[in-house]
């Protein structure tokens, strides 16, 4: 195993961002576009360093026309609070940045032409990645903190159904809200449209991903909450129930509302994973 954390770790590159490279050569921004991709790497930095203080594990950095993302296999398994400090790490490094350039400005190491261009460049790249659309910064942040509201399988269709209706304003935004079609807008638009179509598709595969790694890794020193439930209820409807960041204890009752007794979330776990019957019903846990 590599004793340097960033050795492994594979570098993508999505083929809009050479669209996006591409279109700024023919309008002569090239120098504009390498300066602001230098900033998108120490963006990234920002993620990695955050993911690998928790260790998490990071397979790959996959570049994208609106900068890039950190691909690694805790997202949606990890806690809450890791997601939300590990998308929150890219936009802070850009703004200690914003205030690097300021020193330099300061010291007279740098022009105020470059100061202005690198000052506006973080904040726009921090700024658009704290929209609250997922997979950006802000919609990752979002995802995290309604898990703290919501049942999980209820927040990732609130994430992913908002994030797709905000990605059409956005395209609509890019084509007619100028006058004039905004090219890099409207490739972005149709990159987060496609990347949240796609996710709510595969939002069941990151739902079981999460109820695997429960079961894997027990809730430990959580908030435990105590569900009522009915014992007709199926395996399935109880889990989609279940909230990301505490510990259930389900409540059950029969069909008149008797108390038939409490079953823990690890034996609903065991039950759904190695049952012979995956329509089960939480009442025969009880027998």
């Known amino acids: 195993m590599s004793s340097l954390p960033w050795?492994?770790?594979r570098i993508r590159i999505h083929f809009l961002f050479w669209v996006s490279i591409l279109w700024s050569v023919l309008t002569g921004r090239f120098i504009e576009i390498v300066a602001?991709?230098?900033l998108v790497i120490i963006h990234e930095l920002g993620h990695l360093t955050a993911a690998w203080s928790h260790g998490w594990r990071v397979t790959a950095l996959e570049l994208l026309p609106f900068g890039g993302v950190a691909r690694t296999d805790e997202w949606g398994t990890a806690p809450?609070?890791?997601e939300i400090v590990v998308a929150l790490a890219g936009p802070f490094h850009?703004?200690?940045?914003?205030?690097a350039g300021f020193l330099f400005y300061f010291f007279g190491l740098w022009t105020e032409e470059w100061t202005a261009f690198f000052v506006k460049g973080n904040a726009m790249l921090a700024g658009f990645n704290l929209l609250p659309i997922y997979p950006l910064d802000?919609?990752?942040v979002l995802q995290?903190?309604?898990s703290y509201v919501l049942p999980y399988r209820r927040c990732l269709d609130w994430t992913f159904k908002g994030s797709l209706v905000l990605s059409l304003g956005l395209l609509f935004l890019g084509l007619f809200g100028t006058g004039e079609v905004h090219l890099n807008l409207v490739i972005v638009s149709l990159f987060l449209c496609h990347a949240n179509w796609t996710a709510l598709k595969q939002r069941e595969w990151q739902y079981m991903r999460f109820l695997i790694r429960r079961r894997d890794r027990p809730l430990c020193g959580g908030r435990m909450v105590r569900l009522a439930v009915s014992s007709e209820e199926r395996l399935l409807t109880v889990l989609k129930g279940w909230k990301k960041e505490v510990y259930h204890v389900m409540e059950v009752f029969d069909r008149k509302g008797r108390p038939l007794g409490s079953v823990p979330e690890e034996v609903v776990l065991k039950r759904f994973f190695e049952g012979e019957n995956p329509r089960a019903r939480i009442g025969?846990?009880?027998r």
């Open 36 to 38: 602001l991709f230098v």
């Open 284 to 286: 025969e846990l009880l």
């Open 138 to 140: 802000g919609g990752r």
């Open 7 to 9: 050795q492994g770790i």
């Open 80 to 82: 809450a609070r890791e």
């Open 144 to 146: 995290g903190l309604l």
């Open 94 to 99: 850009n703004v200690m940045m914003v205030l």
